[in-house]
């Protein structure tokens, strides 16, 4: 079976500080891979997605990164913390269009002090 | 652009009876749309989801959804609620480029 792991499940990091959350999936090949964040009272917004190594689409303009190294890894960086990065980060998978629906890990959360 | 509407922040629901969360959505094609919830602190788990054939989707936990395209709608139904129920419930759309959500309605549970 497919299952998709997140780490860590909690930072707390200084501002100006790097970042580096990672996330893997096992059980599948070639999946399609997402950076969700959650900040407290604005639901869930779309970071990045990738549909293959190397290839990453996004969709809002700040101050972090996503790549993909490898097939079923998804890494999203920051050279520079902020206070507003602070948030909860969930990765997800979905296989081809999504039909099969998407699965999320158990996310990470992210506090900037 | 894809948008997903859920206009009730929070609903409160005594227990035993039954819950209708509301959902709507925009979308240009035949929406894929799906029903999470998320306990606190937790990540998501699907409830149901629905991509064609049957308006009325069964899911986990005894929901049930019912699509309605005249409506662009998505409710989410449970005839009997347990205090287990409480939690934060987000209706999404969307398709192989990410999910689209509601801002989430918050059940809570009264005794």
């Known amino acids: 079976s497919q299952t998709i792991h997140q780490w860590p499940a909690t930072l707390v990091q200084p501002v100006g500080s790097p970042l580096s959350l990672e996330c893997t999936v096992e059980?599948?090949?070639?999946?399609?891979l997402y950076w969700y964040r959650q900040a407290a009272g604005r639901g869930l917004q779309l970071l990045f997605y990738?549909?293959?190594?190397?290839?990453i689409s996004s969709e809002v303009p700040q101050n972090l990164s996503a790549s993909r190294p490898q097939d079923r890894q998804f890494i999203l960086s920051s050279k520079k913390l902020l206070l507003s990065d602070s948030g909860f980060y969930l990765c997800?998978?979905?296989?081809?269009?999504?039909?099969?629906?998407?699965?999320f890990g158990s996310g990470t959360r992210l506090t900037v002090v | 652009a894809q948008s997903v509407t859920q206009p009730d922040i929070h609903i409160t629901v005594s227990e035993g009876a039954s819950l209708e969360l509301r959902c709507n959505y925009s979308?240009?094609?035949?929406?894929?749309l799906f029903w999470y919830v998320q306990s606190p602190g937790q990540g998501l788990q699907l409830l149901l989801k629905?991509?064609?054939?049957?308006?009325l989707v069964q899911g986990i936990k005894g929901f049930e959804a019912e699509f309605k395209r005249s409506q662009s709608s998505f409710n989410l139904r449970k005839p009997s609620v347990h205090w287990s129920d409480a939690a934060e419930y987000f209706c999404?759309?969307?398709?192989?480029?990410?999910?689209?959500f509601g801002k989430g309605t918050h059940l809570i549970i009264q005794p």
């Open positions: 997800a998978w979905s296989k081809g269009q999504g039909n099969y629906g998407y699965t």
């Open positions: 059980g599948t090949s070639n999946p399609n």
């Open positions: 990738s549909v293959g190594i190397g290839q």
């Open positions: 979308y240009g094609a035949t929406p894929y």
């Open positions: 629905y991509f064609s054939g049957d308006t």
């Open positions: 999404a759309v969307g398709g192989a480029d990410g999910l689209t």
